[in-house]
C-alpha cells in the first residue's frame, strides 16, 4: 500500500470514533459538536437508519444511526453512546445532522504519510465514501467521506430535511469545539 500524499509534513485533524467495536474517523471540520445521546422522536416511516429527530437549540435536527448506515447492526445505547452534529452538503445546501457513534475518542493529527489508499475491493464493491485508511499503531481507521456516506440513497435523507427550516442550521460556519474530546498530537 503507498500513502496518499508524499508530503509527510502535512497533517490534519480527525475525529475518531467506534461503531459496533471498529475504529472510525472523520475530518473535524466536518463535525460542528458532540452530544450526549438525548430525547429523539421517532418518526414514521422513515428507513430503517434513521433514528429520529432532536431538538437543538430549538432546531429540528435529523439523526441516523451511522452503523446501520453502513450496514451495521442497529447501536446498542450505552453510557458511552453519543450524537455527532456534522455538517454535510445535500442539494447544493450545508445542513446539520446528527450521527450516532457508539462512542467518541479523541481528536487525532494524522499525517499525510500516516493514510493509505482504500485497497482495491473488487468491482462491485463500492468504496467511494472511504477517504483513506489511517494508520494507529497496528490498527487502521477508516476515514469516511462524511458527505459521501450521508448522501448515497440521499432520496432517503431528502425525505427527512425540511432545508426551509431554519437558514442558520444551512449555513452557519463551524464554530463550536468538540465538547468533552481530548486533542491527541
Known amino acids: 500500500m503507498t500513502a496518499l500524499n508524499s508530503d509527510e509534513n502535512m497533517s490534519n485533524q480527525y475525529l475518531t470514533f467506534t461503531l459496533r467495536d471498529e475504529d472510525f474517523a472523520i475530518d473535524i471540520s466536518k463535525v460542528r459538536e458532540v452530544l450526549d445521546v438525548t430525547t429523539m422522536t421517532k418518526i414514521p416511516q422513515m428507513p430503517s437508519f434513521i433514528s429520529g429527530v432532536i431538538n437543538l437549540r430549538g432546531n429540528v435536527v435529523p439523526v441516523l444511526d451511522l452503523g446501520c448506515r453502513l450496514g451495521m447492526d442497529p447501536v446498542v445505547p450505552t453510557k458511552n453512546t453519543c450524537v455527532m452534529i456534522v455538517e454535510t452538503t445535500i442539494n447544493e445546501t450545508v445542513v446539520a445532522m446528527g450521527t450516532v457513534a457508539d462512542s467518541v475518542q479523541m481528536v487525532l493529527d494524522l499525517h499525510t504519510s500516516e493514510i493509505e ?69
Open 117 to 185: 489508499e482504500v485497497p482495491r475491493m473488487g468491482t462491485n464493491i463500492n468504496t467511494e465514501f472511504i477517504n483513506g485508511m489511517g494508520r494507529q499503531g497496528e490498527k487502521f481507521l477508516v476515514i469516511l467521506n462524511i458527505d459521501k456516506v450521508l448522501s448515497q440513497g440521499g432520496d432517503d435523507l431528502r425525505l427527512c430535511l425540511d432545508l426551509d427550516m431554519d437558514p442558520t442550521l444551512a449555513s452557519a460556519p463551524i464554530t463550536q469545539a468538540v465538547e468533552g474530546v481530548t486533542a491527541a498530537a
